[in-house]
């Protein structure tokens, strides 16, 4: 009984924690006056990398304030964000890696003058 015990302790110090999920990618196309996808769909508490790419020779940004204020990650990622919003200018890219916030729905907009108007907005579902 007692080699049982030490053979399943030994069996449990070598194991070692559970590895860490590893983040989705997810890509998100700035075009002329679009989103794509306009809707993302996340689940609360999962890691991802938001990989965002302006396809249009002008600059846009992906503003989506509160749901980047409510997202968990690190400070290097935090400063792309800066005031809730990345700025690209046609042709850049940028990676974004959060872990999705409380479930809700949180609207996503480009703030450049009548960049939304023409219908450049979308949301983020967090499920």
């Known amino acids: ?10 069996l449990l110090a070598f194991a070692g924690p559970a590895a860490a999920q590893s983040p989705e990618r997810i890509e998100i196309d700035l075009s002329n006056f679009k989103f794509t996808p306009s809707t993302i769909t996340l689940r609360h508490g999962q890691p991802y990398v938001l990989h965002f ?25 935090r400063a792309v964000v800066a005031g809730g919003e990345i700025e690209l200018r046609g042709g850049q890219t940028a990676d974004v890696r959060l872990t999705a916030p409380a479930p809700g729905t949180y609207d996503v907009h480009c ?3 009548m960049h939304s108007t023409f219908g450049m907005t979308g949301k983020i579902v967090v499920k």
């Open 1 to 10: 009984m007692t080699r049982v015990v030490l053979v399943a302790l030994a």
């Open 111 to 113: 703030s450049h003058f």
């Open 53 to 77: 790419v302006n396809t249009a020779k002008g600059g846009h940004d992906f503003s989506a304030k509160a749901f980047f204020d409510a997202a968990s990650m690190e400070a290097r990622d």
